[in-house]
């Protein structure tokens, strides 16, 4: 697997740390969802008394077992700064949606095991 990808399920990054130089700057809550892409193209961080945060797939450095590292704090934006973000679907609401297929046939719903492929070239994850 090339050094751009890194592939985890959702059980794994919710609650997840986010951190920059050793300092823990939040924890991962949610993510958003672009439905006709089904790209997600940035994870919502609870970054204590700022409150939420979004970060952006391209800004992520590294995924590990414990921890997301970033470059910097700066990369943790106010969610409205980016204008697109308040049109895209927040994870924990796709758990009461239910997946068709192009013909309409009921698949199923989506799971929490949801897998996730960090690709920063495509800028999503």
Do not use: H
């Not at 959702?10 to 006709?36: A, H, Q, S």
């Not at 204008?83 to 009461?96: D, F, I, K, S, V």
Request: with cysteine.
């Amino acid at each position: 697997m090339d050094k751009y990808k890194s592939i985890r399920k959702w059980t794994d990054l919710y609650g997840i740390t986010v951190v920059t130089g050793g300092k823990r700057v939040g924890t991962v809550e949610d993510f958003y969802l672009e439905p006709e892409s089904n790209a997600v193209r940035a994870l919502r961080v609870k970054a204590g008394v700022l409150g939420y945060r979004e970060l952006q797939a391209c800004a992520i450095s590294s995924i590990e077992q414990d921890r997301i590292t970033i470059a910097n704090e700066q990369m943790l934006a106010e969610e409205r700064s980016d204008g697109r973000l308040p049109a895209l679907l927040l994870g924990r609401n796709l758990l009461t949606y239910n997946v068709k297929s192009e013909k309409g046939t009921s698949l199923g719903a989506y799971e929490r095991d949801t897998v996730f492929i960090l690709d920063k070239a495509a800028r999503r994850l």
